[in-house]
């Protein structure tokens, strides 16, 4: 079996290291000879693919089909998606998971799908490097990665082909560095702001005792914001031509001035930008340090409550020491504010951009040898896992900072006489309402023996492992009768996706799959086709002779497609049917709402009437 | 009790099989305080119950175990849970306190059930009136003061609890009076986060 090794994915950068054989961590050279790959990923129209440098050269040229920061739609539906996400990529966000639309629109890849192609050359740098497939690896995550995007994390390894033995938080990799390197004992905050998102552990170390007492952050603050703002500066002042609303290739063309602007400014008073844009734009700017400080000082600002919980959180008022993380650090503006917040010089005697890295290299070493005596890691989930109760509240199983692995349960008994099935929503966070939570998982236990309200109890019960992924199962209580249900994340991808993901990756069996989605999409098309005869069985007044005819025409077109062996022809059908009854589905759903405030249960309609669908298996 | 893995004897007293090491699964009668080999006491030693937990968790933590066989990477993954849950548990007083009135069969906690305390009630709302009005104020001291005296109050409900637990039929006489502690230290408890909002800047 080969050698461990540890990965660092990246908002902006990714890197991957060892354990050497003097027992020392190493970053191995990713990129062009460097020890940084730059997380992009670029999609030509031929259907080739290039990662890194290569690819972020393409940036300017190609915006849409290169892939930049793909990081922040890890685990996320496009309900999700931000303001500032918008004017570059272009999504597809008709499924559970956001896509994004590449080379020339051709194809929608998922952010995992993304990130597998940078841990793809990762792996493949490591095997060139220790003459051979490594063997398990270590990937780091965010310390405030919920489940979602724990999950898509792992999944990304596991489309990369990768023994994922252990996800670790960021800020701990540091700490692990750090506290085996400079031997430092005591309590520490890990101030780690990265390109796009920000954490704050704090620690107590104590003879091998790398013990997380609190954790915070936030998943979508980082360098990246600070291009923003330095962007929108440049444009408004030195755009020429000016435009109101620029395109991708004007954003990103100021983006990647405003990276350069900023890392100059690091060790320059003042900096000049003259650079060509496409489309005959030039951007031609001047900034100070003084200015660019005074831009992102609120940015910087937005990292103070997250530390100032965290230490409440860890019961400490100070801490005996501040380790710096994430190549945003360096910014001079960032290192007074964590001395002015802690009180303490921060350290940065280890590269704020390899050191985590080089601890979950020694992190995979030590799992890859069966633990190390001399080293325990004891890390903490960070947002507390609930479940919804009646009126939406959240009822919390597992609190934030419990120690990992934990687990929890609870009782709930069923609420109607003869009852036989439960709605059981799993959310993540700290809010009390369910909506304002991240919702995880939304399943129906079913087989429930019935009996008369409140006699039949169910004892759910939630496990967190120690990558931090949760697990939960349920047993009623009076017969004994145990269920374990298979969470599925409402905003990953599925163990069947997945699956299907993998086999289009090793580019084998090719006609099995092509069989799978065609016996896939003609199950879905027949259920499509069902659940309208029975609408307009009920509801066939509600459409006009020609609005029925259209719609009968495109249904022959779908039978059609249903007896060939094109399965993209049965999903291309679908997609006009569904636009062709979109109406029809929404003057159901009026119909139906206002007999619902008649009495009736409008959930009982809104299943029936819905005809957007999770695609069944996906080759994209 | 049989080794899954090598078919001979086991002891209950240690995770690990005598003749092949390997990982034994947890007993079903294992109780919080076992885990640790402690008596079953609410007064207790927290540097003792913290080296406990190390010394336990080095051995069984799932990071030994990430090249262990399916099986016994499981059961890893079950006792590692199971000490996290019984030191969270053991920990903290109140937590400590409603571990065993549940162990003694006085679950008075479960299902969410809230607990009347009619002679608190009064006390309850000079408390509030004292915080909102603090709050209004804007008024640090004031509010710091509150979230001492909270303090406090827990100290001395701890020491309450502590007392009637000594009794030798604690669990037939004193089950009321211990969870009136412990629904009030929770009271006290949110008093505290309340008056740490306000007078902390945000």
């Known amino acids: ?620 | 009790m049989t080794c899954w893995s090598c078919h001979g004897a086991t002891a209950q007293s240690t995770p690990f099989c005598g003749s092949c090491r390997k990982l034994q699964p947890l007993g079903r009668t294992e109780d919080y305080y076992s885990l640790f080999a402690l008596p079953r006491e609410f007064t207790l030693e927290p540097r003792l119950l913290e080296q406990r937990f190390r010394d336990l968790s080095r051995h069984l933590h799932p990071d030994r175990f990430a090249r262990a066989e399916p099986r016994e990477r499981r059961i890893a993954l079950e006792r590692a849970t199971r000490l996290n849950d019984a030191y969270r548990a053991l920990k903290d007083w109140r937590r400590r306190a409603a571990y065993l009135l549940k162990l003694a069969g006085q679950d008075v906690f479960g299902e969410g059930g809230s607990f009347h305390d009619p002679e608190f009630l009064e006390e309850q709302l000079e408390w509030r009136e004292a915080l909102a009005m603090a709050r209004a104020d804007g008024d640090a001291a004031a509010l710091a003061g509150i979230a001492a005296r909270s303090r406090a109050s827990l100290a001395a409900l701890e020491a309450e609890c502590g007392r009637y637990f000594e009794a030798e039929d604690w669990f037939s006489e004193s089950v009321w009076a211990i969870a009136s502690r412990l629904s009030r230290a929770r009271y006290y408890d949110n008093i505290i986060a309340d008056a740490e909002r306000g007078a902390g800047p945000q």
């Not at chain 1, 540091?174 to 702001?193: E, H, P, R, S």
Request: with cysteine.
């Open chain 1, 1 to 620: 079996m080969g050698r461990a090794i540890g990965i660092d994915l990246g908002t902006t950068n990714s890197l991957v290291a060892h354990v050497d054989a003097r027992n020392r961590p190493q970053v191995i050279p990713a990129d062009e000879g460097r020890p940084l790959l730059p997380s992009a990923v670029h999609y030509a129209a031929d259907g080739s693919v290039e990662v890194g440098l290569a690819a972020r050269r393409r940036a300017p040229e190609r915006p849409v089909d290169t892939i930049l920061s793909v990081k922040r739609f890890m685990g996320r539906g496009p309900g999700d998606l931000r303001p500032e996400d918008r004017g570059i990529s272009r999504f597809d966000e008709s499924g559970a998971v956001v896509r994004l639309l590449v080379a020339d629109g051709a194809r929608a890849v998922t952010p995992i799908e993304v990130s597998a192609e940078v841990l793809r050359v990762l792996k493949r740098r490591a095997d060139e490097a220790l003459g051979g497939p490594p063997g398990g690896c270590v990937i780091t995550v965010p310390a405030y990665f919920d489940d979602a995007q724990r999950q898509a994390t792992k999944d990304a390894g596991r489309l990369a082909g990768l023994d994922v033995l252990r996800l670790l938080n960021e800020p701990t990799a540091a700490a692990l560095a750090y506290g085996l390197d400079k031997q430092v004992q005591g309590t520490f905050a890990v101030y780690d702001l990265g390109g796009g998102t920000f954490d704050v552990s704090i620690l107590r170390l104590d003879h091998g005792v790398f013990e997380v007492l609190a954790t915070g952050g936030d998943t979508h603050l980082g360098g990246d914001d600070f291009d923003r703002v330095v962007a929108a500066r440049l444009l408004e002042r030195g755009l020429t031509p000016p435009v109101a609303s620029p395109g991708p290739a004007v954003l990103r063309g100021a983006l990647a001035a405003a990276q350069r602007l900023r890392e100059t400014l690091t060790t320059e008073a003042a900096v000049e930008a003259d650079v060509e844009l496409p489309g005959g734009h030039r951007l031609l700017a001047r900034l100070t340090r003084e200015e660019l400080e005074a831009l992102i000082a609120p940015v910087i600002e937005r990292t103070t409550a997250p530390c100032r919980g965290a230490l409440k959180d860890a019961g400490l008022s100070t801490v005996d020491g501040v380790v710096l993380v994430g190549g945003t650090t360096r910014t001079p503006a960032v290192r007074r504010h964590v001395r002015a917040l802690f009180g303490k010089e921060p350290l940065t005697d280890l590269d704020p951009d390899t050191v985590v890295a080089l601890g979950a290299a020694v992190q995979a070493d030590a799992l890859d040898r069966g633990g190390r005596e001399d080293v325990l890691l004891l890390d903490v989930i960070p947002l507390s896992l609930g479940v919804e109760m009646m009126g939406g509240v959240v009822e919390k199983l597992i609190l934030r900072n419990s120690t990992i692995p934990a687990s929890a349960s609870q009782a709930f008994t069923t609420y109607a006489d003869g009852q036989t099935g439960m709605v059981i929503h799993v959310v993540q966070g700290e809010r009390e309402l369910a909506h304002d939570c991240r919702s995880l998982a939304r399943f129906t236990l079913k087989g429930i023996p019935a009996m008369p309200a409140g006699i039949a109890r169910v004892e759910i019960t939630y496990a967190v492992d120690a990558d931090g992924i949760l697990q939960v199962s349920a047993r009623e209580l009076a017969t004994g009768l145990e269920q374990t249900i298979q969470v599925k994340a409402t905003y990953g991808l599925g163990e069947e996706e997945v699956e299907a993901m993998l086999i289009e990756s090793i580019e084998h069996a090719e006609a099995d799959v092509t069989e799978r989605f065609v016996r896939e999409w003609r199950v879905e098309a027949e259920r499509i086709l069902a659940s309208l005869q029975s609408a307009f069985a009920v509801d066939g007044e509600l459409l006009s002779a020609a609005e029925r005819t259209a719609i009968e025409e495109r249904l022959a077109g779908l039978r059609g497609a249903m007896d060939g062996d094109d399965y993209l022809a049965i999903k291309t059908w679908i997609g006009t049917v569904d636009g062709a009854t979109k109406v029809f589905a929404e003057r159901r759903m009026d119909k139906h709402v206002r007999a619902a405030m008649a009495g009736h249960r409008v959930e009982e309609f809104a299943s029936e009437v819905r005809t957007t669908r999770q695609d069944p298996g996906e080759e994209e």
